[in-house]
């Protein structure tokens, strides 16, 4: 697809108008690229058949920059939603798409976010097929928002439920906390600092459907710390369950650069968005044996056990300091806010 | 030097403990002057390790708590009638007399998080058209950044930017909690950062005068232990001078390069605190020749006047009289969700600190 021959260069609002100009685009850019047998009827909608209970999510991604270290806002709009319904149990198959572009956007950047959004989808095994595009005057949008809704079949051996969770379940993370939310900091403006950190987003379904082959209900739960980081989804399943959580500060697995730039900026790691994180609580009996499979798929080479949930501190997490001490871990309540000094 | 593992070092912060134990025989009240310090304590969990005899009190040192009500109003005031206003990241959720910048910024205003006050410069030089005013709040640790884009916008003619200034000082400070007739402290742990700029030769005539071991401590578990040990060390044996716990950043004549610059544009001059009230000589003011920078003047501010909330107890908690959860409010009217003063939102606040991290 080459920007130059498509006639025109920025998406303007004739693009939403629901005419030939919105017709011209869906032909030259969103069914070309996407093109597979539902999305090829070009009706309203498509009819799908599931054999199992079908897990569905929904997400926004409004991120700025729309195009950052590690990645841009189109394969984290597939890899989002795919993660959210793998961490339902399920696996997911088919993905609505959903565009609101501010009048202006380039074309060429939205070729590069359709392009991506089509190499995410390809990874997670996942197509599109169904979707919408509105345009929006200037200064109503931040040039591109994206919806996606994700539908996915729940995997025969799963049972993923808070009800599971038993005191002496093991806490397992996949991997390194913090990245996606350190890698967009540092672009942002005014807050712009030399780095390399890059954002983690990636799919991680498959590797959530190669532990349900062979764990099955002894997976008690899955969950992506996006938003509001570790401390924040650790927090709610510590409410959720009635329980305590442990964790150990020096078990959370820390890239040194992000750790770096957290100390630099003043924000604390546990509360940074992650993206390709999830964490597992497991049976204890497993963990080990979880932790090796994990360890050997390419998505989670630095999985470690961080914690386990406990009979003392109902619904509140604890942490055990690096230096013998113990602190509360709350949720994180507005905005992480950059400190004075 | 690995800064961030060695000095959380389980096992040298043990035997820092091991030797506070061994050396203390009474009770001692130590006040920790700055909020990252109170931060550090609180998270990491040391309140609970130290013996029970050493008791943490807690100092005025979060620039974000002891800014005056008023101060941010006639921020939000500039923010309302147009003016682009900057701002460290922590001062935007503080409640004003009726709303916080965050609020303000809700309703349409142009606010913009920054972590350094050249960069309102920049935005000043690419808004022509605009009014941009630094939000220059903080102790002497900020000034010399603050100070530098004055003389910035100054040698590049940008006449469209200005500073709030609302910049105090420690020595000032410490004072006017030793003269408290509720004081009860028995030694300092000085803040390592503001010292590193200013250095710390003005604190031997206040140990001096007030017979008062003075320890310039850094920030990390292990500063915070052997500081701590310091001071506990000093009083055991029954002496008071000023002691550097934080050599490797804060040399005694602090760093000249940053005090010339603040010396070049701001001078001494009264400050209010909140919840404290007005203590003279606390604070920076702009000299006469840079005036025009000052927002205050520039848009006519200046008699912007508004009462304390009368629920808040801050100004006790920021002279260590009380703890936060011995105000009657703390966890229930006022929480960092909604906070009735500046303690409860900013992650260097004493009442947010213990709100966040402590108490199990």
Known sequence: ?341 | MKYLSEYRNLEATKSYLKLIENTITKPWKIMEICGGQTHGLVKNGLLDLLPDKVQMIHGPGCPVCVTPLNLIDKAIELLENGVIVCSFGDMIRVPGSKKSLLEAKANGGDLRILYSPLEAVNIAKNNPDKEVVFFAVGFETTAPANALSVLHAQKESVKNYSILVSHVLVPPAMEAILDDEFCNINAFLGAGHVCAIMGFKDYYPLAEKYKIPIIITGFEPLDLVQGIYMAVNQLEKGIYTVENQYARVVKEEGNLAAINVIQTIFEIGNREWRGIGEIPNSGYRLKKEYQEFDAELKFGISNIKVPENSECIAGEILKGIKKPHQCSQFGKACTPQNPLGAPMVSSEGACAAYYHFSTI
Do not use: W
């Open chain 1, 1 to 341: 697809m080459d920007a130059k021959k498509l006639g025109f260069d920025t998406i303007n609002l004739g693009h939403g108008s629901g005419g030939i100009m919105t017709r011209d685009l869906l032909d030259k850019i969103i069914f070309k690229t996407f093109s597979n047998p539902y999305l090829n009827q070009k009706h309203d909608g498509s009819i799908v058949k599931f054999n199992n209970e079908i897990a569905i999510s929904t997400d926004s991604f409004v991120i700025s920059p729309i195009f950052f270290k590690g990645g841009n806002i189109g394969e984290l709009a597939v890899n989002g939603t795919v993660n959210d319904v793998a961490m339902c149990g399920a696996i997911p198959k088919y993905l609505s798409l959903a565009f609101i572009v501010e009048e202006g956007l380039q074309i060429d950047e939205f070729i590069k976010i359709v392009k991506s959004i089509k190499d995410a989808a390809d990874k997670s095994g996942v197509q599109i097929i169904t979707g919408d595009t509105k345009v929006v005057e200037r200064g109503k949008g931040d040039k591109i928002f994206i919806n996606t809704t994700g539908f996915g079949e729940v995997h025969p051996n799963a049972n993923i439920s808070t009800d599971n969770i038993k005191v002496g379940d093991k806490i397992i993370v996949n991997g390194f906390i913090a990245q996606h939310g350190m890698a967009i900091m540092s672009q942002r403006e005014g807050l712009e600092f030399e780095s390399t950190i890059e954002s983690d987003t990636t799919n991680v379904n498959y590797l959530v459907n190669d532990l349900l082959n062979e764990f099955g209900d002894k997976i008690h739960l899955f969950r992506d710390p996006t938003r509001g980081g570790l401390a924040s989804v650790l927090s709610e399943i510590a409410t959720d369950i009635n329980k305590g959580i442990v964790i150990n500060e020096n078990k959370i697995p820390l890239e040194k650069q992000v750790a770096a730039a957290c100390e630099i900026l003043g924000l604390d790691p546990l509360y940074v968005a992650n993206e390709g994180v999830f964490i597992t609580i497991v049976e204890s009996d497993i963990a080990d044996a979880v932790i090796e499979l994990m360890k050997n798929d390419k998505k989670g080479i630095n999985t470690v056990c961080i914690g386990e949930i406990t009979n003392v501190h109902h619904n509140k997490v604890v942490m055990n300091s690096s230096i013998g001490g113990k602190r509360i871990v709350t949720p994180l309540i507005g905005e992480q806010l950059p400190r004075i000094c």
